[in-house]
């Protein structure tokens, strides 16, 4: 229930005029509203009292800190009533406590921007035309908030300006989601300056060293909300410490790999439909990586390009499983058998499809240059890579690089659009340390030369295992004189104690050569070539590897030079890639050979 109590005097004489106050209960200013020309009843109900005090021509009412829900309503309103419509002039302050800016616009006219529950004072001076809103240190959330807003054209088309300064703390930016594209709204809660300028249509932003979460970021924003869709476009700086790649999707557009907490720095330009970064600086661990680059998001899939230059750059933290290099140890012919087995419920190579979509995902043009890029497979120097992703393919070419103290080069492309995915690798090599290939690639500290290594493979299917069933190409190793570790040319010879034996505690052998070659045909692997000469024996290694299939089927000849080793007799190696058979069983430790010549053969 409402109740309106009035009382005052009013003379009717010559001249009528009136002093009466109003005291109000469950009202709203209704009753008044026609004679000031505002829509003062969307204030809401109020309880409290206000003065009328006017003539036939003037009136002016005055709210006696009247309360509107938890506001608090005091100042003036001046009307002309001789004049129609009535001029009106007002100057009232709402004491806020727990609204939002929706309680000044029934003197601003327009919707203004969801910021609250806000607590302070605004004041508001204007006409029928215009009017000012004043903001002093009003409080939102944890927030708060100070500045100026203008709006104009009141009696036809309202037009709103505003020069608003935010000193946010733990502040949602939430309140710019109707405002923004894109996901920037998400970006988390806020500390520091944010000054707001323009107009409800175009509007800039200003961030001064605000922090997100580990984040801060500093720049503009420009925001046009004029045309059917919002349109914002950015220019700021970030620096981010410890912090996930995640906070540069927003601006970015992309999904980015998950590499852990960083250190980041970036300028970062763009809009909803593209971005710019330079001055990106990324350091995680002991790796780090600088460049520019663009996303453009006009199309139906990002295109992105991007290059990138890095002093060191670590994979070893992706790989903590990754196998320590070993000297080799004699062992008996059931330890090498056992170790040769792959645990396995199938086959090695998966028949799973090749999970390929990422191929039309987007387009991408890549330069990296590395100056140490350090793998699970060994240190690669003064790396050059180009990578080029689009239209349902991958090439990496050119691929230059130091490994193993010597210059390499090679290329790949991955192409599924034409149904069935291709593959083509080369790589190359003079001047190779091929001990290093052997430690790289499988964990052994046994060989040392120099040599060289080519690689030339091509394939076709929707998996792993069909690529492998359908390899062709050749695999070739030269190496000159060098030497190898005494257990380790029992190892790879079959002769397992009497080498050691009549050797000594001589540590090195020298090695006058070792070649191979592996000229693959439809997945099967042919040695042409398979010799390993050294000062007390040689090596010869003859067959094919069924790469469909996945069996073995090679025969290796040790023939000792001026030593009586009873031992050294030809051996076969037959059957499954997972668990080969080995005879005669005098010659069990050659269960490691195929895991020896396939590191370096098929890396």
């Not at 062992?331 to 058998?337: F, Q, R, S």
């Amino acid at each position: 229930a409402s109740r309106t109590v009035i009382t005052g005097k009013a003379e009717l004489g010559e001249g009528i005029s009136y002093n009466l106050k109003a005291s109000l209960e469950g009202q709203d200013l209704g009753l008044v509203s026609p004679y000031v020309g505002l829509p003062l009843e969307d204030l809401g109900t109020l309880t409290g009292s206000i003065n009328l005090v006017g003539d036939l021509k003037t009136l002016r009412v005055e709210p006696n800190a009247v309360t509107i829900d938890r506001s608090r309503l005091s100042g003036s309103i001046t009307a002309g009533l001789n004049s129609n419509p009535p001029k009106v002039n007002y100057d009232v302050s709402l004491t806020v406590d727990g609204q939002t800016l929706d309680v000044i616009k029934p003197f601003v006219g327009t919707d203004l921007p969801a910021l609250g529950p806000i607590t302070g004072t605004v004041r508001v001076v204007g006409d029928r035309k215009q009017a000012r809103v004043e903001v002093t240190d009003v409080q939102a959330d944890n927030s708060v908030l100070a500045g100026q807003i203008n709006a104009t054209g009141l009696d036809g088309t309202p037009d709103v300006e505003y020069d608003v300064t935010l000193k946010a703390n733990a502040q949602s930016l939430e309140i710019l989601r109707p405002y923004v594209v894109g996901d920037i709204a998400d970006l988390g809660q806020i500390n520091g300056g944010v000054r707001a300028t323009g107009t409800l249509d175009k509007a800039k932003v200003t961030l001064d060293e605000v922090t997100i979460d580990k984040s801060r970021i500093s720049g503009r924003a420009d925001i046009d909300r004029s045309g059917e869709r919002v349109k914002a476009s950015y220019d700021i700086t970030l620096v981010a410490s410890n912090q996930s790649l995640e906070v540069l999707r927003p601006f970015l557009g992309i999904e980015l790999p998950d590499v852990g907490p960083v250190d980041l720095t970036a300028s970062l330009v763009g809009d909803a439909s593209q971005a710019q970064f330079d001055n990106l600086t990324l350091q995680f661990g002991d790796s780090e990586i600088a460049g520019s680059g663009r996303v453009d998001l006009t199309g139906k899939i990002p295109q992105i390009q991007a290059g990138l230059t890095s002093t060191k750059f670590d994979l070893t933290r992706f790989f903590p499983d990754t196998t320590e290099v070993r000297k080799p140890q004699a062992v008996t012919k059931e330890e090498a058998e056992a170790d040769a087995k792959i645990e396995s419920d199938g086959p090695i190579f998966p028949r799973n499809p090749l999970p390929l979509e990422f191929l039309n995902a987007a387009k991408a043009d890549l330069s990296l240059k590395v100056g140490e890029l350090i793998t699970p497979y060994g240190t690669y120097r003064s790396v050059d890579v180009g990578i080029v992703m689009e239209a349902g393919s991958l090439n990496v070419r050119p691929f230059k690089a130091l490994y193993a103290r010597s210059p390499m080069s090679g290329n790949l492309s991955l192409d599924s659009d034409g149904g069935t995915p291709l593959v083509v690798v080369s790589m190359s090599g003079s001047k190779i340390a091929i001990g290093e290939v052997f430690k790289d690639f499988a964990n052994l500290d046994v060989l040392e030369g120099i040599g060289t290594i080519n690689i030339a493979l091509n394939g076709s299917g929707a998996s792993v295992a069909d690529i492998m069933g359908s390899l062709n190409g050749h695999a070739r190793v030269l190496m000159g004189q060098g030497r190898m570790r005494n257990e380790g040319l029992g190892y790879v010879s079959g002769v397992f104690s009497s080498i050691g034996e009549i050797l000594g505690k001589k540590e090195w052998v020298v090695v006058e050569c070792l070649a191979s070659d592996f000229q693959i045909e439809n997945g099967i692997a042919t040695s042409k070539v398979g010799v390993l000469n050294t000062e007390v024996i040689s090596l010869t290694v003859g067959g094919k590897i069924d790469l469909g299939k996945e069996r073995y089927d090679l025969k290796v000849k040790p023939s000792p030079r001026g030593l009586d080793i009873s031992l050294a007799v030809p051996v076969n190696i037959t059957g499954p890639l997972s668990d080969p058979g080995f005879s005669p069983d005098a010659l069990g430790l050659l269960t490691k050979l195929g895991s020896i010549f396939g590191a370096v053969i098929f890396p």
